[in-house]
T-cell receptor, first 115, second 113 residues
């Protein structure tokens, strides 16, 4: 079964450092998403991406965050200067079309710990 | 502000019990409601509901949506220890969003042998 792959599974970084979280969406999917889940809290939407540009972003997704599809397969989330409160599980997801029922699949997540 | 509220937040049952998990929502331009199971990491898809009153069923799990009262329930019959997980409810809306989901906090279900 096709999978969304995220790397690394766990990243520890010092406050103020830049991090890049990587995702390989399912190959024929066109819509890509990042979500985060702070420990013990709900999954929150960060950003959606289609046709090489951001479709929508939440209030959480401020200037510290950026997304990119640098090649035909990877989809990355960059946090420029990490803060302690950025510690969370970050999930990537992809779907064939911009609808939740079209094979909308989550990756296994990257646990980011900012120290 | 759009919101999705799940109850209870946690639940402990014994194998063989039947459980009902609740999800209520206040979302502008509702499109669909989804249930996910989250064990260790990635949420895995269970059901998508768009129409009121039509039960979706998969094995021991079933779910139904009430668009008038703005809620959904997820039932699990004859629970097993493998059902232990966090169950997430999410809502998809029409409009500017293209598939981004609004999640509830989840219900943590623990099934004891």
């Amino acid at each position: 079964e096709p999978e969304v792959t995220q790397t690394p599974s766990h990243q520890v970084t010092q406050m103020g450092q830049e991090v890049i979280l990587r995702c390989v969406p399912i190959s024929n999917h066109l819509y890509f998403y990042w979500y985060r889940q702070i420990l013990g809290q709900k999954v929150e939407f960060l950003v959606s991406f289609y046709n090489n540009e951001i479709s929508e972003k939440s209030e959480i997704f401020d200037d510290q965050f950026s997304v990119e599809r640098p090649d035909g397969s990877n989809f990355t989330l960059k946090i420029r200067s990490t803060k302690l409160e950025d510690s969370a599980m970050y999930f990537c997801a992809s779907s064939e079309v911009g609808r939740a029922n079209y094979g909308y699949t989550f990756g296994s997540g990257t646990r980011l710990t900012v120290v | 502000e759009d919101k999705v509220v799940q109850s209870p937040l946690s639940l402990v049952v014994h194998e063989g019990d039947t459980v009902t998990l609740n999800c209520s929502y206040e979302v502008t331009n509702f499109r669909s409601l989804l249930w996910y199971k989250q064990e260790k990491k990635a949420p895995t898809f269970l059901f998508m509901l768009t129409s009121s009153g039509i039960e979706k069923k998969s094995g021991r799990l079933s779910s139904i949506l009430d668009k008038k009262e703005l809620f959904s329930i997820l039932n699990i019959t004859a629970t097993q220890t493998g059902d232990s997980a966090i169950y997430l409810c999410a809502v998809e809306a029409y409009g500017g969003s293209q598939g981004n989901l609004i999640f509830g906090k989840g219900t943590k279900l623990s099934v004891k042998p």
